[in-house]
C-alpha cells in the first residue's frame, strides 16, 4: 500500500494496527467542532436494512461536507423501497436550531433528534426524524462494542484531518418507519458511524469504499480512503473483525483487491463487482455484487451552474454506489455466509489500492 511520510494514521501498534484493542469513549461520539465556523465538516450517520425490503439511511449534519451543501447544518433521510424506487432530501436549518452534547450522541436539529443511552453494558440510540412526508421513529440496540481504528483520527500534515469512529458496529434495529400517509412497524439489523474532518474530500480523496459484513457470529467493517497524487496516493485502510460482541481485530494491515469492473452509465464510472479480502491471522472475505441498489452520478443534484463548475473549473465526476453483495468470510476455521450492504464514492476512476 502506498504510503506517504506526510499521513499520519493514529494506530496504537505495533504497525498498522492495535495490538490492545480499547474501548470507544462515549465522548468520541459528541460533537467536536463549531458549525458555525468554516472549513470543517462533522455528521452522524446511520442505516438500517429492514425485513420486507427496506433500506433507509439518515444523516444528522452539523456541517455537510458534500458539494452544493458544503457547510450547511440540517437532516438528510433516504428511503429505499423493496420495488427499488428512492425518496433522498436534505433539509437545511440555520445553524441556530443545532444543538449538540460533547459528553456524547445527543443532538437536535429543528425537530429532529438523536439520542444515547450509556448505561448498559452495550449502547442504545434513538434516532427521530421527520422530514419530507417521511418519518424514522427507530431504536439502535447495539451488539457489537463501540469501536475506533486506533485514535480514530488521520492527518495529512498542514493539509488538514479526518476522524472515524463506529459506536454501533451492528445493532438489532426496531421501530417506525412512515413513507407518505403510511406507517409501518419495522425491525432489521443497522449500523451508525461519525466523522469529522476540516478539508473537502475531493482535495486529497479519489475514492473511498466501505461497508459491513453480518454473518451469524461475525461482523466485519472496513474502510479504504485512497488519496490523490497531493499526498503520493497514499492509501488508508481500516478493519475491523468482531465475535459476537467482541472486537477481535483493528488493523490497517490487509489487502483488498478489486476485480471484474463493469461500467454504470448511472454513476458516470465503473465498479468492482467483486472484493477480496486477506487479513491478518488467516481471515479472508470475498464479497459478490448481486444487487446495485443505488448508482448516482452526484452532479445530478447540483443546480446547473454548480455542475458547470464542478465539471469543468475543478474536474469533478463524483459517483455513488450502495451495493447489496453475497459474501463468503473465513474465520478461525468456520465459513459463514449471507448477503451484506457496502459503499463506494468515486471522484475518480476506481483502480487497486497502491501496492
Not at 511520510?5 to 462515549?26: H, Q, S
Not at 420486507?52 to 433521510?77: C, R
Not at 448505561?119 to 421513529?137: K, N, Q, S
Request: hydrophobic share 35%; with cysteine; charged share 25%.
Amino acid at each position: 500500500m502506498a504510503q506517504d511520510a506526510r499521513v499520519k494514521e493514529g494506530w496504537l501498534g505495533p504497525g498498522r494496527g492495535d495490538g490492545t484493542i480499547t474501548p470507544m469513549p462515549r465522548e468520541d461520539d459528541g460533537v467536536h467542532i463549531d458549525p458555525s465556523g468554516k472549513g470543517s465538516y462533522e455528521w452522524w450517520y446511520f442505516d438500517a436494512h429492514l425485513e420486507g425490503g427496506y433500506t433507509i439511511v439518515a444523516f444528522f449534519y452539523a456541517a455537510n461536507p458534500n458539494p452544493g451543501a458544503t457547510g450547511k447544518t440540517g437532516v438528510e433521510l433516504t428511503l429505499l423501497r423493496p420495488d427499488g424506487r428512492k425518496t433522498q432530501r436534505f433539509v437545511e436549518y440555520p445553524h441556530s436550531e443545532f444543538r449538540a452534547s460533547r459528553e456524547k450522541a445527543d443532538v437536535s436539529i429543528g425537530g429532529n433528534r438523536l439520542e444515547s443511552d450509556w448505561t448498559g453494558p452495550l449502547p442504545v440510540y434513538r434516532i427521530h426524524l421527520e422530514e419530507a412526508g417521511m418519518a424514522f421513529d427507530l431504536t439502535y440496540a447495539s451488539q457489537v462494542n463501540p469501536w475506533k481504528p486506533g485514535s480514530g483520527m488521520s492527518s495529512f500534515a498542514d493539509m488538514g484531518y479526518f476522524a472515524w469512529v463506529v459506536p454501533i458496529p451492528r445493532a438489532a434495529v426496531g421501530g417506525t418507519i412512515r413513507d407518505g400517509d403510511r406507517t409501518l412497524e419495522v425491525k432489521g439489523v443497522g449500523y451508525h458511524d461519525h466523522n469529522w474532518l476540516n478539508f473537502p474530500f475531493q482535495r486529497l480523496i479519489e475514492h473511498w469504499m466501505w461497508g459491513r459484513v453480518y454473518s451469524e457470529n461475525y461482523t466485519v467493517s472496513y474502510a479504504l480512503i485512497q488519496c490523490s497524487e497531493s499526498v503520493g496516493r497514499h492509501a488508508i485502510k481500516v478493519l475491523m473483525v468482531a465475535r459476537k460482541e467482541n472486537v477481535i481485530l483493528s488493523t490497517g494491515d490487509y489487502e483488498l483487491r478489486p476485480r471484474d469492473f463493469d461500467y454504470s452509465p448511472s454513476a458516470g464510472h465503473s465498479y468492482p463487482r467483486t472484493l477480496a479480502f486477506a487479513m491478518p491471522n488467516g481471515f479472508r472475505l470475498e464479497m459478490k455484487v448481486r444487487k446495485v441498489l443505488e448508482a448516482v452520478n452526484m452532479l445530478d443534484n447540483f443546480s446547473a451552474a454548480l455542475r458547470f463548475a464542478a465539471r469543468y473549473l475543478l474536474r469533478m465526476k463524483p459517483g455513488y454506489f450502495r451495493l447489496l453483495s453475497d459474501f463468503r468470510l473465513e474465520a478461525e476455521g468456520n465459513v459463514e455466509t449471507g448477503t451484506a450492504l457496502h459503499e463506494i464514492v468515486a471522484f475518480k476512476a476506481i483502480t487497486s489500492p497502491q501496492p
